[in-house]
């Protein structure tokens, strides 16, 4: 298990978290592959704590589907099936678009500015194929309006399916996904928000989503 190199201090009291949020990010960034096998042991040694943290921080992973723990095995980061993508995209096409109706009425100038801004690096990134910067860009965009939505459950599941879906890409834009695709979407979904036509937008987000499923 290739873990990098560089040590990173703990804090006890938030060893559990610490840990947690870190291999998250390194299996969504792919720096932790699919089907990779975690030792416990290893990674209390790298992050300087006793097993009990690395364990339960395993734990959390494993309810969020990206490790899979197997009896008398070991644990392992949970292979990618794109089978069960089309779920995640199809309920974050839902979402967004419920996000959406929410959102419309409280949408300022403000707020199209950062969408707009959000979205030109989108495009820089795409331009450059910095697909870690250029999926960090989308999460951004699509998490704002989850969070203008108002509403804390649906920015709770929004923010859990954007991971699943943000690690799909990290892996599979290089080779079949077309950034530019979602780049003229978002634009489209900017300009509905603007005009405040609600039926655009929910429709915009919703290709927006479906373009990952074709």
Do not use: C
């Not at 649906?154 to 399916?161: I, P, S, V």
């Amino acid at each position: 298990m290739p873990i990098p190199t560089e040590q990173t201090p703990m804090v006890r009291t938030t060893a559990r978290e610490r840990i947690y949020k870190t291999l998250q990010q390194w299996i969504v960034n792919g720096t932790l592959l699919p089907e990779e096998r975690l030792n416990d042991a290893d990674l209390a040694r790298h992050f300087s704590v006793s097993r009990t943290p690395v364990r339960e921080a395993l734990q959390m992973l494993a309810e969020q589907k990206l490790v899979t723990m197997v009896p008398s095995s070991g644990t392992y980061v949970s292979s990618i099936n794109l089978d069960d993508m089309v779920y995640v995209y199809e309920l974050l096409a839902n979402l967004q678009s419920y996000a959406i109706e929410l959102a419309i009425d409280k949408i300022t100038e403000e707020h199209l500015h950062k969408l707009r801004s959000i979205n030109e690096s989108f495009y820089h990134y795409a331009q450059e194929k910095a697909v870690i910067d250029m999926t960090h860009a989308d999460w951004e965009f699509h998490h704002l309006i989850a969070e203008l939505a108002g509403n804390p459950y649906l920015l709770t599941y929004t923010e859990q399916l954007l991971m699943q879906a943000n690690r799909n890409e990290i892996q599979f834009f290089k080779t079949f996904m077309n950034p530019i695709q979602s780049f003229d979407a978002h634009n489209r979904i900017i300009t509905a928000l603007q005009e405040k036509n609600l039926e655009d937008a929910k429709a915009n987000i919703q290709q927006n989503w479906y373009i990952s499923v074709q």
